[in-house]
């Protein structure tokens, strides 16, 4: 009989992921307000100002830049108006105009690395597992292998390895290079983790009475993957892909924070809590620019780890029996 999340954290999950679902299409919607107001700044009394309902009035009374506000259709207005409400970071630009943008940048990193690491992982792990023998060998060494790299001497390697030719090939926009080299970071690592679940359930699958009987009645090795041991990889390959995307983005926002991740101005959760420690200290807390970032970090990780561990719950083999299509 299949266990159940305890009721708390099922309660958690349901709130975060209702905030989540709310979260990301207003995001998106408000994207071409984001995208010119991220980076604007309004100088004087607007630098490391606390949050408030009502804008704030900057020492020159002129309008934040750029100007074209001014000119624009009333949503973008009404938008714009809501600028002040998590306050302003040292650069006079408003918090919450940062924290959208970054938020789907982080769940960018996150959904694409898991998409890279269950395509290279699955197909990894299912030509090893049914292959057997030395291929099956040689191709788990070179897992080993990786899995023994330093995880940071990676990045720093593909960084510097890749950077200029990547900034050759998209016209100078080093701002994309640095997005495309951590989502091939993070995902170049966590593709092995996929690669030896998958491998141990191939193992399994493959031994079983109706495989057996597949082979016996002539079936080929394309036949019985396609019809016998991926439908029962399913499973597994979305509860991991689930559990993926919160470790890449804690990953994003890990290297983010050091400073070999996402660079300024573009913005994403780790960038910006990093700002934010920057931005605390003994004497004068600044605690809108920690508290924001980090907060929403935590509920979004929070969320997709329990919707892993319920969909872990759901379709985990190893709860039921594995069966012939």
């Known amino acids: 009989m299949k266990g159940k999340l305890p009721g708390v954290l099922r309660l958690l999950a349901a709130l975060g992921a209702a905030l989540l679902i709310l979260l990301v299409p207003i995001s998106m919607l408000l994207l071409p307000v984001s995208r010119q107001l991220y980076n604007a700044q309004e100088l004087g ?8 309902w009502s804008p704030v009035e900057t ?3 002129t309008e934040i830049r750029p100007t074209a506000v001014r000119k624009s259709p009333p949503w973008f207005k009404a938008a714009f108006q809501a600028r002040s409400w998590m306050g302003h970071d040292d650069l006079g630009r408003s918090l919450l105009f940062r924290l959208l943008p970054g938020f789907l940048v982080s769940l960018v990193v996150g959904l694409s690395a898991a998409a890279i690491s269950v395509i290279i992982g699955a197909t990894w792990g299912v030509v090893a597992g049914y292959a057997g023998g030395r291929l ?6 070179i897992v080993d292998v990786l899995q ?3 995880y940071i001497l990676l990045v720093i390697l593909l960084k510097v390895g890749l950077s200029r030719p990547l900034i050759a090939w998209f016209g100078g926009n080093s701002r994309t290079v640095d997005l495309v080299i951590l989502v091939m970071a ?3 690592v966590s593709w092995l983790t996929m690669a030896r679940m998958v491998r141990t ?5 493959r031994s079983l009475g109706f495989v057996e009987a597949a082979k016996a009645c002539g079936a080929g090795p394309f036949h019985i993957l396609r019809r016998h041991v991926l439908p029962n990889l399913t499973g597994t390959i979305i509860v991991y892909a689930t559990l993926v995307v919160p470790q890449a983005i804690l990953q994003e926002s890990f290297l983010s924070f050091l400073g070999i ?3 300024q101005p573009t913005p994403s959760l780790g960038r910006l809590a990093a700002d934010g420690v920057q931005a605390v200290n003994t004497f004068v807390g600044y605690w809108w620019l920690l508290v924001f970032p980090c907060g ?4 979004t990780l929070l969320t997709l780890n329990v919707l892993g561990d319920w969909l872990l719950d759901r379709l985990d083999p190893r709860l039921g029996s594995v069966s012939p299509p």
């Open 59 to 61: 020492e020159s009374k």
């Open 136 to 141: 099956d060998l040689v191709m788990m060494r």
């Open 45 to 52: 009394a607007s630098v490391r100002h606390p949050p408030s």
């Open 201 to 205: 359930q191939v193992l399994s699958i």
């Open 261 to 263: 991740g996402i660079q």
């Open 296 to 299: 929403l970090l935590v509920l």
């Open 148 to 150: 023994g790299l330093p």
């Open 186 to 188: 993070v995902s170049g």
